[in-house]
């Protein structure tokens, strides 16, 4: 879809119409929901308890696979809310809860607009979300300070533009004191290491970028088709579908 939109560009306050690509029909360039989606997505923390290839697809020398449905935000169209879900091979247990095939963990900025950011955009809110559904469920919220550069690509700091990924559980949490009382005290955390990840637009359900994810690291998984996520291994145990994550509103950071 081509959209002639007024927009900002250059001199701050100079608009004129601009053609951009909206393939997805939300509103939003593409191109743009690409950038920002890369930019603001942040470094991710392991601890040094995860068990070898827990983490697969992402090491060190391999980035890992996120997706991300990028959109006007559903209680203030005038920012923009991304959630992301990154994907593993398999949850390796670690205690009690047990461990599955697949494992599918979501978190959630809103940015809000800001012109002398490089994007345009800057980082307004942050929400993290381990064990969801369960009984250990943990949610951590962050008002980041509309900050231009919170992001791994953005050039932020990895002691601010962090996520922490649970030992062997990966539920992201926001900070090391959370997640080291999370799940009863059974999740770990600390700075340890990090691995890079690529972020890949999903687009809209109506209007989809990409579904199968064959070309991302995960052969026979899908992203919006109603099939349970198992991390390409078997399908006895699996860890849901993908696209609970992405049309959950109540995954999203605040607006406000």
């Known amino acids: 879809m081509l959209l002639v939109l007024g927009m900002v560009t250059g001199v701050v306050g100079q608009a004129h119409a601009q053609v951009v690509a909206d393939g997805d029909g939300d509103g939003l360039d593409d191109s743009l929901e690409d950038t920002v989606a890369t930019q603001f997505f942040p470094w991710v923390w392991f601890d040094s308890g995860e068990d070898s290839g827990c983490a697969d697809p992402a090491s060190s020398g391999n980035p890992g696979t996120a997706l991300a449905r990028v959109r006007p935000h559903p209680a203030d169209p005038g920012k923009i809310a991304i959630l992301y879900t990154v994907l593993y091979r398999q949850d390796c247990g670690d205690w009690f809860g047990g461990g599955h095939s697949g494992d599918v963990e979501p978190f959630s900025l809103t940015l809000t607009p800001q012109a002398d950011c490089p994007t345009g955009y800057a980082a307004f809110a942050l929400k993290t979300i381990a064990h969801e559904g369960t009984a250990f469920e943990h949610v951590d919220e962050r008002l980041l300070g509309n900050d231009c550069n919170w992001g791994r690509a953005a050039g932020g700091s990895p002691q601010v533009a962090r996520i922490y990924s649970a030992e062997n559980k990966h539920g992201n949490y926001a900070s090391l004191s959370t997640c080291e009382s999370g799940a009863a005290g059974n999740d770990h955390c600390s700075e340890s290491y ?23 690291q995960f052969p026979g998984e899908y992203a ?32 406000g």
């Open 194 to 216: 990090t691995l890079p990840y690529t972020v890949h637009n999903v687009g809209e359900d109506g209007a989809r970028r990409l579904d199968e994810l064959s070309a991302y």
């Open 224 to 255: 919006w088709s109603a099939v349970p996520f198992s991390g390409s291994l078997d399908r006895g145990s699996d860890a849901g579908m993908v696209r609970d994550k992405l049309v959950s509103d109540g995954l999203l950071a605040r607006a």
